[in-house]
């Protein structure tokens, strides 16, 4: 007898939908065969699924059972076959009906004990049988708070294969349903405040811009200058994610082991927006995405947040290398011999570095004695073209005494936080009718198209491009930071002015290396 369960796996952050097709031959000797190229955690659902059904008390059909995961071209991987494929076995056994489970989209890993135990991908999951238009979607009870932004569709959630097959022949009217309002929490706090940091105007208007134009920023300074603690706030004056925004996070987090495990299996919807702070000794691996099954690395942990690269210069070259893709597409690629998988990477890159191997090299109180072969050696780890990414350069310098005893001077974050928000609704008005959301995110032909300058900005910029040798890509940049700097004034034109701050939030390139 044949039986055919909707199930579906992940590729990417995606779910693609996989008919479950378990076929028993009566009158032949036990056995059990899974075929549609399924890997270790596939195959091992066997032992699992024949523990489930026998000790919640159904009895296991002893034929040759046949279990085929269609298309067959596709890899199938992680444990959320495990339903399905007892729900196609109770098909066969007459427990379950076809017609009833057909229309449905059916995930999630057993125990011995019957029990349903949290998978990943379960909002990608939900997110297809949506769009595929199926009537409704079973799965572990534990992964309800993950889908909650999707109540509105018809998501039933079981703590084990009993509840499941009671739903199923009608003696139970309804299973678990999404509860809970992390969607509709107020804005995100958050313990930290640009007005714990002392002095730092020049570098906390420097981070306020890359907040209001998602742009890129490299601080270079001596140890204890407060580089860490202004890359740490800057989350905390970006605006909360969107609806979309919250998904697409989600979605990545949700795939993620190590994220999942910290949230105790019970991943909360968050408006917050991801900080990662990697550590220098990070491998290619690590920070794009790989490995044998694709999994993403911290470019895309960041997406729709923050990369803090802290001592960039202690990074492998090679590794930082990785970051150009990213840094230019919003996205990156991981290419295995079974196909090609694609994660968002969207993110605001801030990275920090002393400018010698001691640190001391602008230090007015203490001497630098590193030879020129050590800073040629130094900053060789950086190249060019990964420099030229960098939207905003910006020296920090050690605070004085006095400045450390003053009382909290300046915005705080709310407030820097509210003129970021009015700067990037500014910005949503005029890309309304494009892809984009902000201005670092503008392609060439648009960035001359809504950066145009007026003639005493076209000729500073002509004079600092003659002196300063900046590239191609480096005056795209300028036009966008000017842009940005003009929509954080409430300006709808570019000024001189505007020009000439985006050109000395540049220029450090220059003069460093």
């Known amino acids: 007898m044949l039986s055919k369960v909707n199930s579906a796996t992940l590729h990417g952050i995606d779910a693609i939908p996989i008919e479950v097709q378990v076929d028993i031959a009566k009158g032949s000797l036990p056995s059990w065969q899974t075929v549609g190229l399924p890997e270790s955690s596939v195959r091992e659902s066997r032992d699992r699924v024949i523990a489930a059904i026998k000790n919640c008390g159904y009895s296991f059909p002893r034929y040759r059972i046949t279990i085929n995961l269609a298309p067959a071209n596709i890899k199938k991987a992680g444990t959320a076959f495990d339903l399905p494929i007892a729900l196609g076995l109770l098909v066969s056994g007459e427990i379950v009906t076809q017609e009833k489970i057909s229309s449905w989209l059916v995930v999630g890993e057993l ?6 135990k949290p998978i990943e991908g379960a909002l990608a999951m939900t997110l297809m049988a949506q769009e595929k238009k199926y009537k409704g979607i079973i799965l572990p009870q534990s992964n309800l708070r993950e889908v909650y932004l999707l109540r509105d569709y018809n998501i039933q959630g079981a703590h084990n294969i009993v509840e499941v097959v009671e739903y199923f022949t009608g003696h139970r009217l309804e299973l678990c349903l999404p509860s809970g309002e992390p969607s509709e929490e107020p804005p995100p706090s958050y313990p930290l405040d640009y007005q714990d940091i002392r002095g730092q105007d020049h570098a906390k208007r420097a981070m306020m811009i890359a907040a209001a134009g998602g742009h890129n920023l490299l601080m270079t300074g001596t140890p204890g200058a407060g580089k860490s603690m202004l890359a740490e706030r800057l989350p905390t004056i970006l605006p909360p994610l969107s609806f979309q925004e919250t998904l697409e996070t989600t979605k990545i987090y949700s795939i993620t082991p190590q994220t999942r495990t910290q949230n105790k299996n ?44 802290d001592e960039l210069a202690e990074f492998k070259r090679n590794v930082l290398e990785v970051l150009r893709q990213p840094m230019e597409n919003r996205e990156v690629t991981i290419v295995r011999s079974q196909a090609a998988v694609t994660f968002p990477a969207s993110f605001i890159l801030v990275a920090a570095m002393n400018p010698c191997p001691c640190g001391r090299r602008y230090s007015p109180k203490e001497e630098c004695y590193c030879t020129p072969g050590d800073l040629q050696r130094y900053f060789k780890k950086i190249s060019s073209p990964l420099l030229d990414r960098f939207d905003l350069h910006v020296p920090i310098t050690a605070v004085s005494y006095d400045k450390l005893h003053t009382p ?37 032909r648009l960035t001359r198209e809504m950066c145009p300058l007026p003639p005493e900005g076209e000729a500073l910029l002509s004079r600092a491009i003659d002196s300063l040798g900046f590239s191609a890509r480096a005056y795209d940049r300028i036009l966008r930071v000017s842009r940005t700097i003009a929509d954080l004034e409430n300006i709808e034109k570019i000024n001189k002015e505007h020009v000439a701050e985006a050109i000395a939030l540049r220029h450090l390139d220059k003069i460093v290396f």
Do not use: W
């Not at 125990?111 to 349903?116: A, F, H, K, P």
């Not at 999994?295 to 947040?305: D, W, Y």
């Not at 001077?409 to 700067?423: F, Q």
């Open 111 to 116: 125990s011995l004990d019957g029990s349903l």
């Open 266 to 309: 019970n991943f909360l919807l968050s408006r917050r927006r991801p900080f990662r702070a990697p550590h220098h000794t990070i491998s290619e691996v690590g920070l794009a995405g790989g490995r044998s099954h694709p999994r993403p690395g911290e470019v895309s942990l960041a997406h729709n947040g923050v990369l803090f690269l």
């Open 408 to 444: 909290p001077l300046g915005d705080n974050s709310y407030t820097m936080g509210e003129k970021v928000l009015c700067a990037r609704k500014r910005q949503l008005t005029r890309l309304k009718e494009t892809p984009y959301s902000c201005n670092a995110q503008l392609p060439p």
